[in-house]
């Protein structure tokens, strides 16, 4: 029996961009993300990212965080680390960027266990690919995980709509 791919609306699932042990301060990227597109089929697909949707959450002491900064979209890896500047990104890899999500600090409703930001008006299409990789570039003076007690999280999901 053949089993066709799935089409239409599609997310990614939570996925982490800081961890609560991972220093990010301003102007620095946390930790580059996988994330597979294929997980049944193994062929590429194609589609167009139609929103994102950011949580931060404080599992220790510290405040939750309405962080300003953006989410970046490659589809070829960078090997950015947390609390990188992004010096090591080469000239062709930055070539391999294909969105960008701005967040600022308006963009989030916090409340004292989490925040979330939903971000809708900037779809971003993508061609044919397996993965593609996400990084956080924190713009926020304040820095996440920097005192002792915080354990901040910064997660996202995004929802995309599958061509192929």
Not at 111 to 124: N, Q
Request: net charge negative; aromatic share 10%.
């Amino acid at each position: 029996m053949l089993t066709l791919p799935q089409y239409g609306i599609q997310h990614i699932g939570v996925t982490e961009l800081v961890g609560k042990n991972e220093q990010v301060d301003q102007n620095e990227f946390g930790a580059e993300v996988e994330v597979t597109l294929t997980p049944t089929t193994g062929r590429p697909v194609s589609g167009e990212f139609l929103s994102f949707t950011l949580y931060a959450t404080e599992e220790g002491s510290g405040a939750v965080q309405d962080s300003d900064g953006e989410l970046l979209i490659f589809t070829a890896t960078t090997g950015v680390t947390a609390g990188n500047d992004g010096s090591g990104i080469s000239a062709a890899e930055w070539q391999t960027c294909i969105g960008r999500i701005k967040v600022s600090p308006s963009d989030w409703t916090v409340e004292d266990a989490g925040a979330v930001a939903y971000i809708c008006d900037k779809p971003i299409p993508f061609h044919d690919a397996q993965s593609l990789f996400f990084a956080w570039r924190h713009l926020d003076a304040t820095s996440l995980n920097d005192a002792a007690g915080d354990d901040e999280v910064l997660d996202f999901d995004a929802w995309y709509v599958r061509y192929s």
